[in-house]
C-alpha cells in the first residue's frame, strides 16, 4: 500500500502521479480521475497496489506539541 499524506501528499496530484509514474514497474497505477479528485482509492483498478490519500491533520499535531 501507498499512502499519501501530508501537504503535498494530500494536495497535489501531479507530485501523486509523478511518483506513481516512477513506480510503473512494479505495477502500481493511479486512476487519473481519482487522483484528481484525491477520491480513495486513487489507483487504477490494474494496479498491484492500493494508492490512497490520507489527512495528516498537520496543524492539530503542531498545537499539541506547541
Known amino acids: 500500500m501507498i499512502v499519501f499524506t501530508g501537504g ?3 494536495n497535489d496530484g501531479e507530485a ?3 511518483i506513481c509514474g516512477g513506480l510503473a514497474w ?3 497505477r493511479l ?3 481519482r487522483n484528481r479528485s484525491a477520491n480513495n482509492p486513487i489507483n ?3 494496479s498491484r497496489c492500493p494508492v490512497l490519500v490520507l ?3 498537520e496543524d492539530e ?3 499539541r506539541h506547541t
Request: no cysteine; charged share 25%; glycine share 10%.
Open 44 to 46: 487504477d483498478p490494474a
Open 31 to 33: 486512476d487519473e480521475v
Open 16 to 18: 501523486r502521479a509523478a
Open 61 to 63: 499535531q503542531i498545537a
Open 8 to 10: 503535498i501528499g494530500e
Open 26 to 28: 512494479i505495477g502500481v
Open 55 to 57: 489527512a495528516s491533520q
